[in-house]
């Protein structure tokens, strides 16, 4: 008499008496994004202050190094030429161009370290979320949301030492991008870093 699976089927995996295994699930890719002034960088340094082990993918750039920016920690620093070539090669997730400079996620390091069994955080802008769900459709997609507009606007605005045009064209931009929030699988609303990041946390296991 063979044993019976799931729903009362045969599985052929299982030798008569043995219990058949539990299904392992695979980690997947975590990308946390939500509109500027939200704080993501923040949770995810509470997040990885409390448990290090969390991998964060470092993100490929064509910037100089800030002093006390380290290659291959804060960001791969690479050359244009080199850059052209990841991106001519399929080697980034997703790569968006900011200020003059461009910035990417390197996908080989993404894939051994999924493929290793260890979940990934991705911490990336809206557009980049996007091509991280067109490029890698199973990806997590997670929004992290301010407790209300108000609060995002006192974020965005600081000490009020921007000129008024700046403000307003990061307060424009804070719109669209709240309104991608039906894209994301997931919302997280940032009242607290530390319940946020304990949240975020729970997902990535």
């Known amino acids: 008499m063979s044993t019976a699976g799931p729903r009362g089927t045969s599985d052929p995996l299982v030798s008569p008496g043995e219990s ?33 082990e969390v991998w964060l993918s470092v993100s490929a750039t064509t910037r100089k190094p800030r002093p006390g920016e380290r290659h ?37 390091a993404v894939l051994d370290r999924l493929e290793s069994g260890q979940p990934v955080l991705l911490e990336i802008d809206l557009q980049g979320a996007r091509l991280v769900r067109a490029s890698m459709p199973e990806a997590q997609l997670v929004f992290l949301a301010p407790p209300d507009w108000d609060e995002l606007v006192r974020r965005l605005t600081g000490r009020g030492t921007e000129a008024p045009e700046v403000i ?38």
């Not at 997947?28 to 448990?51: D, N, Y």
């Open 168 to 205: 307003e064209r990061r307060l424009e931009a804070a719109r669209v991008e709240l309104a991608a929030e039906p894209e994301f699988d997931r919302t997280l609303v940032n009242t607290s870093v530390e319940d946020v990041a304990r949240e975020l946390l729970a997902l990535l296991c």
């Open 72 to 108: 291959g920690v804060e960001y791969f620093f690479v050359e244009d030429e080199e850059f052209d070539k990841l991106v001519a090669n399929g080697e980034l997730l997703e790569w968006a161009e900011f200020a003059g400079n461009r910035y990417g996620t390197p996908r080989r």
């Open 20 to 52: 058949p295994s539990p299904q392992v699930r695979k980690p997947r890719l975590t990308v946390l994004s939500g509109p500027s002034g939200v704080g993501k960088s923040t949770v995810v340094a509470h997040m990885r202050q409390v448990h290090p």
